[in-house]
């Protein structure tokens, strides 16, 4: 029904088990060498998609993007994240969303079908279920971070975006949809000096073919992450809508806590003080754009 729809669950299929290459999407042949090039571009261009059938499928997509989130893959022998690309992705659909005006908001103002699907339909990826049930604990994984910033310093940059004016040459305008695909893909994201995204260091070995490695995320720390790294328009949209993302986190941490049985573990031990440390920053964010809108004179 949809192209970039289409594109989309096909390669995210060919990730999720025994495949043989090249694979058909349409009347493009895709090699096991460029499946990481194509699934990011079909990242990008899936809030492209037509209104109607991203509606029917939403659910499934959403799904789809918060398994790529948590869960590295790996491809031609090498581990890859997505989780940057997933979450830019999941911001722009929520964007067109709340923008369509074919569609329904509660007295809040809240897209109704985002908050059906949290409240009704939003799990845990599976991924992670089967790794503290069938584990217990995670595997040893250290996490490092790249471009953390304080609550302070985003909090400035936030307010800044919100004051610059676009006919400002100083000021890097908005990228063509061509020329931000063709930016992205020109170096890897391992490489680039402005990754924002988490990486591994794994302590177990995989297997060469598996398209799984053993190291995984927590769903809400790297929810909290991206929200705190988020750069230009994407931090724009996210604290625009930031209810999504806050129910997204409460309701994960939630099912966090219940899967570890961590229930009877005081609160400040239930989750790590790295993810304690970014909920702080995310919260003075937010308070002072609070603070910014309420001060600002009535025209």
Request: glycine share 4%.
């Amino acid at each position: 029904q949809d192209n970039h729809l289409e594109k989309f669950l096909t390669l995210c299929h060919a990730l999720e088990g025994p495949v043989t290459f090249p694979i058909r999407v349409l009347d493009q042949k895709i090699t096991e060498s460029s499946l990481e090039h194509d699934l990011k571009l079909s990242l990008i261009q899936l809030s492209s998609s037509r209104l109607e059938p991203l509606v029917l499928f939403l659910h499934l997509v959403l799904d789809k993007l918060f398994h790529l989130t948590v869960q590295p893959m790996m491809i031609g022998g090498q581990t890859v994240t997505f989780s940057q690309y997933t979450f830019e992705s999941v911001v722009s659909i929520v964007s067109s969303l709340h923008n369509s005006k074919d569609l329904s908001k509660d007295q809040h103002g809240r897209n109704c079908l985002l908050a059906s699907y949290v409240y009704y339909v939003f799990r845990l990826p599976e991924v992670q279920k089967d790794m503290y049930v069938a584990g217990g604990n995670m595997t040893d994984v250290r996490y490092n971070t790249v471009g953390r910033t304080s609550a302070a310093s985003v909090g400035s940059k936030l307010a800044q975006t919100r004051t610059m004016s676009s006919s400002n040459p100083d000021i890097a305008g908005i990228q063509s949809a061509d020329d931000e695909v063709k930016s992205i893909m020109s170096s890897k994201v391992s490489g680039r000096s402005s990754n924002r995204m988490s990486f591994f260091i794994e302590s177990s070995n995989d297997t060469m073919g598996s398209t799984r490695p053993s190291g995984r995320k927590h769903f809400h720390e790297e929810l909290a992450l991206q929200m705190v790294v988020s750069t230009n328009m994407v931090r724009e949209n996210v604290f625009k809508y930031v209810w999504f993302f806050f129910e997204l986190l409460v309701k994960s941490m939630a099912q966090y806590v219940h899967i570890v049985d961590k229930q009877e573990v005081t609160r400040r031990s239930r989750f790590s003080n790295r993810f304690k440390d970014d909920i702080s920053t995310i919260v003075n964010v937010v308070t002072s754009e609070i603070g910014a809108l309420l001060s600002k004179p009535a025209k």
